[in-house]
């Protein structure tokens, strides 16, 4: 009984092979490039519905997701923010996925997720003040169904099959979904996920966004066969798609979605995309990658495969597009707003919300230090 | 009142807890039909069903990390960490997740999450089943911690710590899960002392035995002793670890003005040092001579045959009251009851 | 692309499924479980050229390793040892594995291993020191290649691969081995080795004892699919084998081996066995299995068939078989003598090698530890 | 002498360690092309070539397991933790083998692995970036802990480290990593002081100031203000965190009498917690007040914005000074130099 590594067009391969890995056209698609469609029958059936409105919707939200995304770069360039992690490139991946998702579905996203959250209806001030360094976490997880975005890489795929298992628990259909990415289906965490998913049959969809980097690790560190093909080996049936093909993200997440409310357990999705942009703020990606691969990829650009699509479908038009652009800028001057007009809140807050119940000895610490900065006040008084 | 063993004080405390509130699970390797390997859980998984009681694959940063999202959709989590020395694997989802999503969260996610940890040595048992990594744990701000050391206070405190909306490191002295007594299992919560008060163990005047857990018996076990020599020793039982209830430790010591802490972790920041560290700020004027640590060397748990030299016993903490009594370096008291050092 | 468990007998399967990864029938065999020689393409080649005389050995070390199991539990019955893990059951795993082995191969064993120390010439006191609790670890792992026995479940298939790693950049053809449990695969560690592994082409061997428990747990809380199956997923062929069929087990081991040294890079074997005693001798398992299970097991038991099968091929005969447990009870005696003769040390030993380099606090501890256990001494001498 | 940073002291003491030793191997998340998100490796792929400087799959427990299968294959792996907060999934690798082995085999294993931790806040970082976890190494035995404070410090404890042959928790204080001095590259590590003492960072007789990495600076420019005052205060820099030199503490504090600890890390069984006993037990006659802690908050790290109430400036440290030198509880000093509270 020797078990090799078989992938449906590959056959079997005597080894990993980080080409293999690597190779970002062995994957599912509906949309080639140029914004043609094409038909692949594992997709097709879960977006043939789909109606001009809700196509136009997903384009739009690619497109405020861009510009949201250029807003927190340019907010961090101009000192108002501390950080960004740009997601450039990533808007199929991430609006499309967002896209198919219920309201009761509870999202556990990385850093970087921006895209998803616009979709779970997050508001703009929601978007910065974590990087601006004034919150840990922005929004209220309740009212947009999203966890506070995870810097811990892996850390939030057990949250999400716990979540799972609890919705499973409850008898209800609801689904968590985690967002992680390549680099973080190496760390122990993210195994144990699909251990534990697996093992309860939990209603979880893992959505890996391949977008072949690390910070400066190219995916082949993290694996030397392809990412999708590691979730079968967990009990967990996965799906290798197009991360760029917005159509082909919505189906996938369908697929996935659809497993898990009729009580078949987890699935996994790796969509295959690129990070345009550099990985934080801080980063400088010419140190470690070719500008040709980067200008490879722009001809690949998720937002003008879409626009191209729907334009040749005649569901979009000039008019549309100016219509989103303008929707584009007011949710970026509204992110702006928000951004520069954030108080920082008062240094005794500080000491709120260590514990939920009360605690003597850290009131005794904040009555101390509202005191010691007392002192400083009654000084200047003086 | 019902006479139970420390081990099934927990048990009853969990089976009441399960069965007053439907959000309780228990989770945990072996904890099903074995009822884990201490049977602490025994019966349960039978009386409340495997979807509550649930038998989890072995990764503990897997189990606490499902018990986090589980906390996040309105369960409330009691997790069993089956050793001491297995707890490591999930430091990172307790130290960056448990203890800090309700403050990441600005307060809005709560995590009542208990993990019980079986705990410390004096067992006889292999490498990494006499971890006391309570330090690591009360240095980590968001979590409370505490230490029961007798059934009454295992079933109540185990009762209040799955009711807490704060996350409850909840660690079983293994010495003692076999020790039994009395519990009162009606006891309305309301009426037991709140689960971060410490306890006044034994009442004394001449020194202050400061101590929690399995030592708490040995310490009681050190004041029977040093009573036959005329010396009238307090002991206080810290049970909660994190908070410390530093009113009725300075109370006492500001009574006695002399203070041996005693704990089996190592010495080197360990919470003995905390404990020193928090009475000379509190009670300086008072203290009569600085406050003494008894406490396991600063080496990795050692092989079994060799753990009674580790673990503080009665004569390693007489030997430390004489120190704070400045009676000199006497020769150790010999060991009159089971602990001594030969 | 949709990845599915697809395993070579049962093709696509929509979800994981316990039936089939506890299929215990579902192996790689060369011998039935009435010790008729089967052919099996893959296996075969690798046992080609076993002598009677290596037959006989593997043979012999099976029943030493039996009977130094049982006089581990005996003694412990006795209280001459703290605990013991007893290994019933898995001694054509153990000692077939371990047969494959060059010298400089190095084993990261787990506690239950004792066929496989057996293997790389163990001394009898090397048994049953930590056991009894004189020592974490009795032997020295120089002596036999073999790493202190590993209680963290998991931890030693990562040292195994960083081992293979240095292997590796000193160019030379040694290979590391991790033995782990069923159990332990669910533990990242084991699938951040495999992950590391396969990114640098490691010369390792992860040999997965699967014995069906994990203490109480069946081995399908952990996994829904086969063990096996997993590692390809991380590009590591692998093989399920019968573990209770020394020649498949030699197999096997012989073509990872082959493998990493060949420069091909790390392997997966799944031996499938039972754990025929408890967990340790602190267990019950008539708590969690059934009588029935264990009984079914004793059918298929590894020594019996290797017997049948030598026997019927005229390698073995009653002589041989005499000599062999005459050996085995030597070897009992040995193991007995040195735990029933071992002294516990001095307790000040109790401060030595906690560091490699001087450490003046730790020297001051351990004086006045020395210092107040002469305080005793003295009382006694007045 | 050459002008290096901190961050570049520590390069440059790999770089010597690796052309000194074949045997020594860097492994880490993008140390390789990219140099590390600080740069500290920058060139070093390029110079020793990518088998000796090892870009890793993203996985801590695996970077530091893997290491420790390097060591035992005779290796001596410096392994680069990214940032602080990252160190949690390797924690159970470095509790139970990395500091563990040596004693588990009997001294027949050694562990001669650095692992290099960017540490603690200050520098306006994201979530989880700014972490100070030192007490928890401190607090198990097997581990040494060093801090550097400054780039010939830093420059010739890395290398003092790896040339152990025990394991060394390396933190290196983020916020000085640009900080910029003369180093002595060349200097012979015989001559130079041995990794484990402290330095009197400062003379001083009024009262002693104990610290480690970034606080140092903070304390010194705290002894600079003081001295406008009339006051003398001693600083002394632990460097090494464990064993702590408590032979150079205490004949600080025999002499000065009165003592601040300061430290960045929560107070609840922090480091501070180990001086403040261990000055209390070994100069009990000698002080004139209790000793004072100057710590972080018993939070979690807060957010960016509010960090500067969180991690102790001068201000706070002279607050304590007063406090010892029992001058009231006088207001504070105004900030006269960068680093007050408001
Ligand atoms: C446990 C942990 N280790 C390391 C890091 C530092 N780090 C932040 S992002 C990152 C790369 C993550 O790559 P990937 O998972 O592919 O996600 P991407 O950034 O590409 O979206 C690393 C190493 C971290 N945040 N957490
Ligand atoms: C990290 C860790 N968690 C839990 C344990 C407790 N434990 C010891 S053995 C065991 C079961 C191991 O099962 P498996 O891996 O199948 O090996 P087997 O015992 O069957 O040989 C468990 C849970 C441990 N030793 N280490
Ligand atoms: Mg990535
Ligand atoms: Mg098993």
């Known amino acids: ?382 | 009142m019902t006479s139970l063993t420390l081990g099934g004080a927990i048990g009853a405390g969990l089976a009441r807890a399960m069965q007053d509130d439907d959000r309780v699970l228990l989770m945990g390797e072996d904890i099903g039909k074995l009822g884990g390997v201490f049977r602490v859980t025994d019966g349960l998984q039978r009386r409340f069903g495997a979807e509550r009681v649930i038998d989890t694959p072995l990764a503990e940063a897997g189990i606490v990390g499902t018990a986090v999202g589980l906390a996040l959709r309105g369960y409330r989590p009691v997790v069993e960490i089956q050793f001491d020395g297995f707890v490591y694997p999930a430091f990172d989802q307790i130290v960056c997740q448990v203890a800090k999503l309700h403050y990441r969260s600005s307060g809005r996610i709560r995590m009542p999450l208990v993990i019980r940890i079986p705990w410390a040595g004096g067992v006889g048992a292999a490498e990494h089943h006499s971890e006391s990594p309570e330090a690591y744990f009360v240095h980590t701000a968001g979590l409370r911690v505490v230490a029961a050391s007798n059934p009454q206070d295992a079933y109540v405190m185990l009762r209040q710590a799955v009711a807490s909306d704060d996350p409850v490191i909840f660690f079983e002295p293994k010495r003692l899960y076999h020790s039994k007594a009395e519990v009162d299992v009606d006891i309305d919560l309301a009426d037991a002392p709140p689960m971060h008060l410490a306890r006044v163990a034994r009442e004394g005047t001449d020194a202050t035995i400061v101590t929690y857990g399995a030592q708490v018996r040995t310490a009681l076990d050190a004041a029977l002793a040093a009573e036959d020599e005329g010396l009238s020793l307090e002991v206080i039982d810290l049970r909660s670890l994190s908070p410390l209830d530093m009113n009725t430790v300075a109370a006492s010591v500001r009574k006695t003005g002399r203070v041996v802490v005693t704990h089996e972790a190592a010495r080197e920041a360990g919470l003995g040092a905390e404990l020193v560290a928090s009475i000379t700020e509190q009670c300086f004027e008072y203290l009569e001579a600085p406050p003494a640590r008894v406490t396991g060397h600063d080496i990795p748990y050692p092989p079994s045959k060799l753990e009674k030299h580790h673990v503080p016993d009665l004569d390693r903490i007489l030997h430390a009251v004489d120190r704070v009594l400045e009676r000199g370096t006497a020769a150790p008291a010999a060991a009159t009851i089971e602990g001594g050092v030969r």
Not at chain 1, 54 to 73: N, P, S
Not at chain 1, 242 to 247: H, K, M, R, V, Y
């Open chain 1, 1 to 382: 009984m020797t078990y090799t590594q078989t992938t449906p067009d590959h056959g079997a391969a005597d080894r990993g092979d980080p080409e293999h890995a690597s190779d970002v056209d062995d994957v599912a698609r509906v949309l080639e490039p140029d914004g043609t469609r094409v038909a692949d029958a594992a997709l097709d059936p879960w977006i043939a519905d789909l109606s001009p409105h809700e196509l136009r919707a997903l384009h739009r939200d690619m497109v405020l997701t861009r510009r949201l995304d250029a807003e927190g770069v340019a907010l961090q360039r101009q000192g108002q923010l501390a950080l960004w992690a740009p997601c450039r490139g990533q808007e199929a991946t991430q609006v499309g996925t967002a896209h198919a998702l219920a309201p009761g579905d509870f999202v556990f996203p990385s850093y970087r997720e921006h895209g998803v959250l616009l979709g779970r209806g997050a508001q703009p001030a929601d978007y910065v003040l974590a990087w601006r360094g004034e919150e840990h976490s922005a929004y209220d997880h309740t009212t947009i169904n999203a966890a506070p975005p995870q810097i811990i890489i892996g850390a939030q795929s057990l949250h999400a099959t716990g979540w799972a298992m609890g919705a499973q628990r409850d008898g209800s259909t609801d689904v968590a979904v985690a967002y992680f990415g390549d680099g973080a289906t190496s760390q122990g965490d993210v195994n144990e996920a699909m251990v534990f998913a697996s093992s309860f049959g939990a209603p979880v969809v893992f959505v890996c966004t391949n977008n072949q980097w690390a910070i400066s690790e190219p995916v082949t560190v993290q694996s030397t066969f392809p990412l999708a093909g590691r979730a079968p080996g967990f009990g967990i049936p996965s799906m290798r798609v197009d991360g760029n093909d917005a159509l082909a993200c919505v189906a996938a997440m369908r697929w996935a979605l659809d497993r898990a409310r009729r009580g078949e357990g987890p699935s996994f999705i790796e969509a295959v995309t690129y990070r345009m942009g550099p990985h934080t703020t801080s980063d400088d990606p010419t140190r470690y990658r070719d500008a040709d691969e980067v200008e490879a990829w722009t001809r690949r650009d998720p937002i003008a495969r879409l626009e191209a699509y729907l334009r040749a479908e005649g569901v979009l038009d000039d008019g549309g597009l100016d219509e989103v652009a303008r929707a584009a800028d007011a949710l970026a001057i509204e992110v702006r707003a928000a951004c520069i007009g954030a108080t920082t809140r008062a240094p005794e807050t500080l000491f709120d919300h260590v514990y939920a119940e009360p605690h003597g000895p850290l009131e005794r610490q904040k009555a101390e230090y509202a005191a010691y900065l007392a002192g400083f006040d009654q000084e200047d008084a003086r």
